[in-house]
C-alpha cells in the first residue's frame, strides 16, 4: 500500500510539473509564432506590391544563404529535419541563435517568391526557444529532448491552426511506426496553449470544411485506396526531387552562399517558363483546389521542382505548405482523371500526402478532421495509411528513425535514420499474397529476359 501512494505521489508530481512547463512553453511559442506570421504576412504583402518581385530571387536566396552560412548553419532548409537532427544526435540541444536567423531567412526567402513552407521555421523557432530554456532550468537530457518535442508540437499547432494534430505530428515525425507516449500529455497541452496564445493575438487560420455527403459504396473506397496508392507515388516523386536537387547543388561547389544566386536565377527561368503561381507559398492555388477549381495535370509536379530547387540552392523556410500544394493538386487531377469531386481529393491528397511523404499518418489523418471536418476524415485517413505504407522507406525528413518494417516481406535494419538505411532487402521464402506476387513477376521477368536474349 505504501509502494503505491509513493508511486501516485511522484505520478501526480511528475503531471504537474510538465503541466506547467508545457503550458509556459506553448504560451511563448505561441507568441513568438504570432510574431513571425504577421512579420511574414507583412513582408510578402510589401513585395506583392511590386508585380516582378520574383526577379529578386537570385538576391534573396544569396541573403537567406549568405545569413544561415554565417550566423547560424543549422537554420539552412526546411527547419524541422534539423529539430529532428537534433533530437537524435544532440538531445534536443539548439542553439538560440537559430531562432532570429531562421526567422529573417525565412522571411526573405518566401516574400521574394522562393517555394517553401511557414511550419519548419515555426517548428524550429519553438524547439530553440525551448531548448533554451532547458539549458536556463539546467534540465537532463531526458527532460530537455522532451520540452523541445513539445516546441516541435507548438510551432506546428500554432502555426496551421490545428491543435490536436500539432500535438500528435510533434511526438510522431521523430520515429516511422512509434509515437513517445511519454512526452503525449506535454505535447497536447503546449500545442493548445501555443493555438490559443497565437489566436489571441490576431492570427488568422485557414479551415475550409468540405461539402461531401457520406454515402458509403464499395467502388467509391476503392477508388479512395488506389488515390492512397498514387499519393504514395508523388510522396516518392517529391523525395526523390529532394535528393536530386541537393545532390546537384553540391556537385557546384565553390563558396556557399553563391549557390543562392545560382538557385535564384533558375527559379526566375523557371516562373517565365511556366507560371509565378508555384512560387513562395501558393496559398491562393490551394484554397482554389479545395473550392473545386480544376489543377492542371503537371501542377504538382512542377510545384515540387520549384521547392526542390528553392530548399537546395540556398532557400530557408518548411515542406509541409508545398506539401499541401502538391497534395491538394494530384488530389483535383485524380479526381479529374475518374470523373470524381475535385474539391474532395484535394483535401484527401493534401493530407494524404503528408503521411506518406512525412511517415506522419496519425497526424494526417487528425489534421483532415480538423480543417475539413469529420464526414471526410474515414477516406482521408484510409487514403493517409495507404500513402505512408506505400512511400516505403523514404521521408523528406532524413533523420526520421526507422522503428518498424512497412511489410513482413522487406527486410531492412530498425533503428537507423532513414538517411542511413541500406538497400532493403526482399526475402523470397515468405508465404504472404506479397511474395506470391513478387515471384511471379520475377519469374515472368525472368522469361521476358531470357526470350529477348535469344
Known amino acids: 500500500m505504501k509502494s503505491r501512494i509513493t508511486e501516485s505521489t511522484l505520478l501526480f508530481i511528475s503531471v504537474v510539473k510538465w503541466v506547467v512547463l508545457a503550458s509556459g512553453a506553448g504560451a511563448l511559442v ?20 511590386f508585380p516582378y518581385y520574383w526577379l529578386l530571387l537570385p538576391a534573396a536566396l544569396f541573403a537567406s544563404s549568405l545569413l544561415t552560412w554565417y550566423f547560424a548553419r543549422d537554420a539552412r532548409g526546411h527547419g524541422t529535419e534539423k529539430v529532428i537532427e537534433a533530437v537524435h544526435k ?14 529573417l531567412a525565412t ?15 515555426c517548428a524550429q523557432i519553438g524547439a530553440g526557444l525551448t531548448s533554451a530554456i532547458s539549458g536556463l532550468l539546467r534540465f537532463n537530457e531526458r527532460d530537455r529532448r522532451k520540452l523541445v518535442i513539445c516546441g516541435i508540437s507548438a510551432g506546428f499547432a500554432a502555426v496551421f491552426g490545428t491543435p490536436i494534430a500539432g500535438a500528435i505530428f510533434g511526438v510522431e515525425v521523430l520515429f ?13 497541452i503546449a500545442g493548445i496553449t501555443a493555438y490559443q496564445v497565437a489566436s489571441a493575438m490576431g492570427t488568422a487560420y485557414f479551415y475550409h470544411p468540405i461539402n461531401f455527403v457520406p454515402v458509403f459504396s464499395e467502388t467509391f473506397m476503392v477508388k479512395v485506396m488506389f488515390a ?47 507560371s509565378r503561381a508555384y512560387l513562395g507559398l501558393g496559398l491562393e492555388s490551394i484554397e482554389s483546389f479545395l473550392s473545386g477549381a480544376p489543377a492542371n495535370w503537371y501542377d504538382f509536379v512542377v510545384k515540387g521542382m520549384f521547392t526542390a530547387v528553392t530548399l537546395a540552392f540556398g532557400g530557408s523556410g518548411g515542406i509541409v505548405t508545398p506539401i499541401f500544394f502538391i497534395g491538394s493538386a494530384a488530389g483535383s487531377a485524380y479526381a ?30 487528425i489534421l483532415a478532421v480538423e480543417l475539413f471536418g469529420p464526414a471526410i476524415a474515414p477516406y482521408a485517413t484510409v487514403a493517409c495509411v495507404v500513402s505512408f505504407l506505400m512511400s516505403g522507406n523514404l521521408s523528406v525528413f532524413p533523420s526520421q528513425v526507422l522503428s518498424i518494417r512497412k511489410s513482413e516481406d522487406i527486410q531492412v535494419e530498425l533503428g537507423k535514420e532513414m538517411e542511413n538505411l541500406k538497400e532493403a532487402r526482399y526475402e ?25 536474349r535469344r
Not at 30 to 49: C, E, P, Q, R, V
Not at 107 to 118: E, F, H, Q, R
Not at 347 to 354: E, P, S
Not at 441 to 452: E, F, G, R, S
Open 30 to 49: 505561441g507568441a513568438a509564432t504570432a510574431i513571425f506570421l504577421k512579420l511574414l504576412l507583412g513582408a510578402t504583402g510589401a513585395a506583392g506590391n
Open 90 to 103: 544532440r538531445s534536443g540541444r539548439i542553439p538560440l541563435k537559430v531562432v532570429p536567423v531562421k526567422l
Open 107 to 121: 522571411i526573405i526567402t518566401l516574400a521574394c517568391g522562393g517555394s517553401a513552407g511557414k511550419e519548419g521555421p
Open 176 to 188: 516511422v511506426g512509434a509515437i513517445m507516449y511519454e512526452v503525449l500529455l506535454p505535447s497536447f
Open 228 to 274: 492512397g496508392v498514387f499519393f504514395g507515388l508523388v510522396a516518392i516523386m517529391l523525395v526523390e526531387m529532394l535528393k536530386y536537387a541537393e545532390k546537384q547543388a553540391k556537385k557546384v561547389g565553390g563558396w556557399e552562399p553563391a549557390k543562392g544566386l545560382l538557385g535564384g536565377v533558375i527559379l526566375a527561368l523557371l516562373a517565365v517558363l511556366t
Open 336 to 365: 479529374q482523371l475518374l470523373g470524381l469531386n475535385p474539391a474532395t481529393f484535394a483535401a484527401i491528397g493534401m493530407c494524404a500526402l503528408i503521411a506518406g511523404a512525412a511517415n506522419t499518418p496519425i497526424a494526417a489523418s
Open 428 to 452: 523470397p521464402g515468405g508465404s504472404s499474397l506479397a511474395s506470391a506476387a513478387i515471384r511471379l513477376i520475377q519469374k515472368i521477368d525472368d522469361l521476358v529476359t531470357t526470350h529477348i
